[in-house]
């Protein structure tokens, strides 16, 4: 057969490294799409004027483009026998993408644990992004449940890696030259700083919006993300298709630029969980909670952490979790990020 | 609150300029977007080889990019609450816009009148769209009606600007270096040239385009303009989301190709009135008449101008307004604009 | 009248030259709408740095952005009044297409032969695509059924044009500098060869891919493709708008990447048959045969002659035709091409 079928969980082996196929070459094309796409308005990476204003030589292409076209790569070998996208951890940006830049993906299996049921488990990742000269853009970890396909193979011994709870501040990295001392708050929209915002504070984003059939599949096949899920109606019972987990990351934090206009770069992922199934006609909804503040070497730049959850139409206020301690069925996404905000 | 509520009517001040935020820096992206939303064809902003044979460096971005734009950075300033976008005047187009440049926008307040409801108030501002040199690439006249948030404040007293009923020719900027002495009418795709249009000629663009909910989007949301009734099928009773007016501005343009190939550049709006709105499944076509004519101290470069006119399916042949002088129902824009067109 | 009514029958000449209008620059963002708009992945295009290892300065524009392109810069001068678009043959790609090249096209009529009805007749003409320089980097024959205006003027003396069944290998155009000695096969994201490729083989590429009314207008518009049927959905009776022959050509070729990505470059178009409709909302899967195979005299180089097929859900493994002959309902596209493919 020469189509790829997939891997199946005895396929991986502890420590085997894969290389993904299909390096990209990003333009202005796909930071217009990534407008076109979501209501991405952070001045940053809109501007190069006001990217220079901070030190950088140019916009950057947007943390989630480098991350949606680093993980896209990783779906063919990863999650295409997939039965669940169960987490992240320890994602770090390390170099900014600039249009031009080419990437390309690799993943170490750095975790193995059959479920009890001897039908499926869970394989660790620590996936890599390199651009053209070999630098890691992006790493972080994912772990996904597989099925297997031969029930009668033994269960490989049970690897679990130990995984942070949280990106320590001083793991940040921060891009070089990135200087927030003449930040511009007029022009990035948003007039409350780093010292503004409170531990515990939550900030609904008011603004929502609903999801098209072809949006969704657009920006899906932008990162060449090949899931049958998302494209083919034809692949559920139910006639449906599942909207990529990361579209909605993509559309909760464009969303976030009303309350959190300035919390500029994302540097790094430090949880992730895609609650609930979106789909089309969903109308998504995002607010978010200050987790954590730190400072940072850089001059004017401080360093927050957000929880960043979507929700669809019908959601209470700051809808999260039941008394059960189990996501609201109305709750899309709850993410856990760092970003560099003006001090 | 860290979220932008929206200016109400009693917080503009006579005389103020608002900065507006996030600059945006346009590239081959955002035109190749243009070109998958809007049937757009005219040679000038399709080939770099056709702009060289015109005298310019290389195509521009298309006139109405640049608009959409600079209007769209003032939409959380000036028309969150706007309960109706009244009309534009005295626009015009300065200096073309290239891939590459970064464009931002500010608004002077330049009339104020409440409504003698007490409820709301009309705000006329003058947008003025620059270039990363500081250029005013455009500029032009608007005016909206806004709600009051606090009914008891009293009203300011009532300025309303004196503005021109058209761009008087003599105004009008022609690009330096425009040039249309060796205009190549067939690649150009029409035969017709400026003394070919006869004042009061009607021509019906005779093509049809039928949208659809993701296509607006895609491009309001690549213009960064946030109004939530373009995006949220849950913000209206009726479910509907508006189509943004610029994009009806755009579809008709586009379709104008079909008649008037050679009305190549934009180069002042006169006045425009949205009036109807259009929704998803509407089949928009357009006409046009010619309301005037004048020549320009440029090689070959004659000016029209045009009345543009978008209708919905249903609309009669020539479709405007009804014996009550009103726009009939399957009218969903009136513009008025002078193009340049060669000799 | 201004607008363009389309050529009929009769307005053909044998010999003539039709230079189609509107040049076009191609630039990333055609290429990045071409990834959202279709599952492509072919490394070649999508690389800079995978092409600079196959012995180009950069990746070209894919294959089909070219032929899409000049094929729709023809449509308002030959296939306007077209009934029906015949078949496709001696299709060369000469030259690639890089960003930052101007396509023009240019048609000469080969062909005339009127219907026994008196109504219509076939039309055959052989188009070229010519980049800035004055290079032709694509062409092709094509022929369309077109009605007649007048039925009373008299047939014109028939010419059917000779065409070859398929191009030759020996006239088949290997891209300068193409070398593919140090191809990796890891990054391309398949491990089959040219020898892996048996005569006969056939193969099933396994995902689908349901198409939405947005995208196939979005394609069909980059492209600057006019024809009423695609857009305007009061246009046809059923009130169901006609996808672009050309879109599913895209979207069948994307999909062959499960199976086929080493088939990198498109060389030749030999023929290709729409057998029947595609419309909103079919699922789009697609299957190739081998047809022929030939070496080439470019390093690490083979060519690949492929049969693709786009069929549409219902169908069954490997459907073409009848027990009559005739196309099965379900198949939508019947595509008779060579590739390069690595020894």
Redesign the interface.
């Known amino acids: 057969m020469?189509?790829?079928p997939g891997r199946f969980f005895e396929d991986y082996r502890l420590g085997e490294v894969i290389?993904h196929?299909?390096?990209?070459?990003l333009?202005?094309?796909?930071?217009?799409?990534y407008?076109?796409?979501?209501?991405?308005?952070h001045?940053l990476y809109?501007?190069?004027?006001?990217a220079r204003g901070c030190g950088l030589a140019a916009?950057p292409m947007d943390d989630l483009i480098a991350f949606h076209t680093v993980f896209g790569k990783t779906v063919?070998d990863i999650s295409l026998n997939a039965v669940a996208n169960l987490g992240y951890a320890e994602g770090r940006w390390r170099h900014p993408v600039w249009?031009?830049d080419?990437l390309?993906s690799q993943s170490e299996v750095i975790g193995l644990k059959e479920n009890s049921n001897g039908k499926s488990g869970v394989v660790y990742v620590r996936t890599r992004g390199l651009n053209?000269t070999g630098e890691v853009v992006l790493d972080y970890v994912r772990w996904v449940m597989v099925r297997k396909r031969n029930l009668d193979l033994p269960a490989p011994a049970p690897v679990v890696p130990e995984l942070k709870k949280s990106v320590a501040p001083g793991d940040l990295i921060v891009p070089e030259g990135l200087d927030f001392s003449n930040y511009d708050f007029?022009?990035?929209?948003?007039g409350?700083r780093w010292g503004?915002y409170a531990l515990g504070e939550k900030?609904?984003?008011?603004?929502?919006?609903?999801v098209?059939?072809?949006?969704h599949?657009?920006?899906t096949?932008?990162w060449?993300n090949?899931a049958?899920v998302h494209?083919?109606?034809?692949?559920r019972e139910d006639g449906r298709?599942l909207i990529y987990g990361g579209h909605v990351i993509s559309l909760a934090r464009a969303l976030s630029f009303?309350?959190?206009?300035n919390a500029q770069l994302i540097v790094a992922l430090n949880a992730g969980a895609h609650a609930n199934p979106c789909f089309s006609?969903d109308?998504v909804r995002a607010w978010s909670e200050v987790l954590d503040k730190a400072e940072t070497a850089a001059p004017g730049v401080g360093a927050i952490r957000l929880r960043l959850v979507a929700v669809k139409?019908g959601g209470a206020e700051f809808a999260l979790k039941g008394a059960d301690g189990k996501y609201l069925p109305e709750v899309l996404l709850d993410l856990d990020y760092w970003a560099l905000m003006p001090l």
């Not at 196929?21 to 070459?25: G, I, L, W």
């Not at 007029?186 to 948003?190: F, K, P, S, V, W």
């Not at 900030?203 to 609903?210: E, F, K, M, R």
């Not at 494209?231 to 692949?235: G, I, S, V």
């Open positions: 020469k189509t790829n290389v196929a299909v390096p990209r070459t333009s202005g094309g796909e930071r217009a799409l407008h076109a796409l979501y209501p991405a308005r001045a809109s501007s190069d004027e006001f916009a063919p249009p031009g080419t390309r053209q007029a022009l990035a929209g948003e409350h503004d900030i609904d984003h008011v603004d929502g919006v609903t098209e059939e072809a949006e599949m657009l920006a096949r932008l060449q090949t049958k494209f083919d109606a034809t692949n298709r009303n309350g959190l206009a006609g109308t139409q």
